[in-house]
């Protein structure tokens, strides 16, 4: 199987040459991407795929459940680097319906150290339980959740320092919160962008 792969980049390397002799020429020279996505490990939600981006275009973030936890190292350093040194202009917090992680964090099952990972999810549906109880099934509840996940890592990123100050230096950076459906392969926009400071309540905390 591994060689398959290989044999695979080769003919995805050779086509992008064919299409475009310069493609990778330009990839050595730098990265300039305006964007960073933070979205769900799950490897049915390809970023770049999805938005119909070439490499270089798009720095990526992604985790089980597409968190962004103030406490985690990994996401911090990422956003850092692509607020403070690629100077990305909107980060896109990006997550889906049908999400393991979301189902995982409130079914109750004991899975070791992914449990830990997921107590924020756990932490919203607690929160939004009379509004989550009162739709139709359970399809719909989980739906629902995966919608109030992102718009409370859309509210972290937001109120992290590293955007905050960006924010002061005037840097153009805004926030925005997005669910991808693998059922038919569109994007939703939730509608809870922050583009500043002074639209730190425009989402909820999700």
């Known amino acids: 199987m591994l060689e398959d792969l290989k044999a695979k980049n080769r003919v995805w390397a050779a086509g992008k040459i064919a299409a475009d002799p310069g493609f990778f020429q330009r990839l050595v020279g730098q990265q300039a991407p305006e964007y960073l996505w933070i979205g769900c490990s799950d490897s049915r939600v390809p970023a770049n795929e999805i938005v119909g981006l070439d490499p270089g275009e798009m720095f990526v973030h992604r985790n089980v459940a597409n ?3 103030p406490q985690d190292a990994n996401y911090l350093s990422v ?3 692509a607020v403070d040194v690629l100077k990305v202009k909107h980060i896109l917090v990006v997550g889906h319906y049908g999400c393991g992680g979301v189902a995982a964090a409130i079914d109750g ?3 070791g150290l992914v449990d830990h990972w997921l107590h924020p999810i756990r932490e ?6 009379p ?3 009162a739709l139709p099934d359970h399809q719909a509840m989980l739906n629902r959740l995966c919608e109030r996940n992102v ?3 859309v509210h972290n990123v937001a ?4 955007v905050q100050d960006a924010w002061k ?3 153009d950076l805004s926030v925005h919160g997005w669910v991808y459906s693998i059922a038919d392969g569109l994007i939703r926009d939730l509608n809870v962008t922050v583009g500043g400071p002074h639209e730190q309540n425009a989402p909820s905390r999700g």
Do not use: N
Request: glycine fraction near 4%.
């Open 67 to 69: 968190l962004a936890p």
């Open 79 to 81: 956003l850092q680097f």
């Open 109 to 111: 099952e004991r899975r």
């Open 124 to 129: 919203i549906y607690h929160e939004h339980h």
């Open 131 to 133: 509004e989550l109880s």
């Open 151 to 153: 718009m409370r890592q």
């Open 159 to 162: 109120t992290d320092v590293f």
């Open 169 to 171: 230096r005037g840097q």
